[in-house]
């Protein structure tokens, strides 16, 4: 697991947290945030995947030529 994916896992979980509360609260602004939250946390964790993906194709790679 890398930093983007950590990250992204994080915020998306705040976001979530943030949009219940606003919900709680009936705060339209508080849940859209929550939500724009999510979405980027979502994004930042599939950007981490692919990072992971593509290091392990390279260790492949490696491990192939030798």
Same mark, same amino acid.
Do not use: C, F, R, Y
């Given at each position: 697991m890398? @930093? $983007?994916? %950590? *990250?992204g896992t994080a915020k998306n979980v705040a976001g *979530? +947290?943030?949009e &219940? !509360? &606003? *919900?709680m609260? &009936?705060?339209? $602004?508080?849940q859209l945030k929550g939500l724009e939250k999510q979405i980027t946390g979502k994004a930042e964790k599939r950007v &981490?995947? +692919?990072k992971e993906l593509v290091?392990? !194709?390279k260790q %492949? !790679? *490696?491990d !192939?030529? @030798?």
């Open positions: 890398n @930093k $983007e994916q %950590i *990250k *979530k +947290v943030q &219940g !509360a &606003g *919900k609260v &009936g705060s339209t $602004e508080q &981490g995947d +692919v290091q392990d !194709a %492949i !790679a *490696k !192939a030529v @030798k």
